[in-house]
């Protein structure tokens, strides 16, 4: 398996575990699994926000780094101004649904570009 396939299941789990949290928060029993949830899938989330920072660059590592870094850290400022002017389980599930989705659609969507033959550049034969 690749590391992008593991990036994209470890996001379509981190947002299902972030739906499920949504879901169940208004239970007061469950607030064992509310918090399971909640840090299981946060830290799912940076593992596939990181991974997807670093796809965004191609080339240079220290660059790769840098977004890879950074990525997550916007991702969470928006996030943050999102739970400010909305319901923070509506903020959360919908966040959870849509990383599922996009990472389930990329899983799903076809050959990856991981193939040794499409690693050349723009003017490779």
Not at 42 to 62: E, P
Not at 67 to 83: E, M, N, Q, R, Y
Request: net charge neutral; glycine share 16%.
């Amino acid at each position: 398996m690749s590391t992008r396939t593991l990036i994209k299941l470890a996001g379509v789990v981190g947002g299902l575990c972030l739906l499920g949290q949504a879901a169940v928060n208004q239970y007061d029993a469950a607030g064992a699994a509310v918090n399971a949830l909640y840090w299981g899938g946060i830290a799912l989330v940076v593992v596939a926000l990181v991974g997807m920072g670093t796809a965004l660059v191609s080339g240079a590592t220290w660059l790769r780094l840098i977004v890879g870094a950074a990525f997550p850290l916007l991702v969470w400022a928006v996030i943050s101004v999102l739970h400010d002017n909305a319901d923070d389980n509506v903020v959360d599930g919908g966040f959870g649904l849509g990383l599922a989705l996009i990472c389930s659609a990329s899983l799903l969507g076809g050959s990856s570009r991981d193939d040794a033959s499409t690693r050349g550049g723009s003017h490779a034969k």
